[in-house]
Every structure is written in C-alpha cells, then in structure tokens.
C-alpha cells in the first residue's frame, strides 16, 4: 500500500475531514486515482489513517486554479509564498512550472 506523510499539525484537519486535498510535487510513489494510501504523521513515523484518492490531478503551480489553492489552503497567499513554503519540504528547486500533483482523497475504516 502507498504512503503519504504529513506534518503533525495537518493530522487534527485530516481526521476531522476539514482537510481533503494535498498536493506532491517529485512524485515517486506514482499517486494514481483510485490508490488505497496509509497515512503518516511525518514527525513520529505513526499510522493515523487510511483514505482512498479519489482524484489526482497533474498541473503547475502556474496553472493551478483558485478552487485549488483554496481548497488545499484556507489563507490567501500570493504564489511566491506558496512555492517558498514548498521549498522548504523539497531538497529539489522549485518555480512555477514545477509540476504538482493535486490529490483530493477520502478517509476509509
């Protein structure tokens, strides 16, 4: 089964289901719709959920939509600062036309 880790203060949203989309850049699992994933607390290493994606999406930073960003982050924030805050996850460059892959998934038992 495919992993994705997330950051400690992301688990509360996902498990309340106010958050539901993520987005991964330098994809080497090959997310694909449809993929049963486990998710993992990236600080501990611990399980904390299983969901199943039910849309991936391939695009840029340059061509993401309104209805994305806001869907993946509530504040409004330039794409400058969007791309810096990636950076700092990523060890590879990242600008506007890094691709990124917009997951929207569901939480199963």
């Not at 688990?11 to 994809?27: A, C, H, M, N, Q």
Request: with cysteine.
């Amino acid at each position: 089964m495919k992993t994705m880790k997330f950051t400690e203060k992301l688990v509360p949203l996902i498990l309340s289901g106010e958050k539901d989309v993520t987005w991964r850049l330098f994809d080497d699992k090959d997310l694909q719709t449809g993929d049963d994933c486990l998710f993992i607390e990236k600080e501990t290493g611990k399980e904390f959920a299983k969901a199943k994606l039910t849309e991936v999406k391939e695009t840029d930073f340059e061509n993401l939509s309104k209805e994305e960003i806001n869907n993946h982050d509530k504040h409004e924030r330039s794409l400058a600062e969007m791309i810096k805050e990636f950076q700092r996850y990523y060890s590879e460059p990242i600008d506007e036309k890094t691709k990124i892959k917009v997951v929207s998934f569901s939480l199963i038992d």
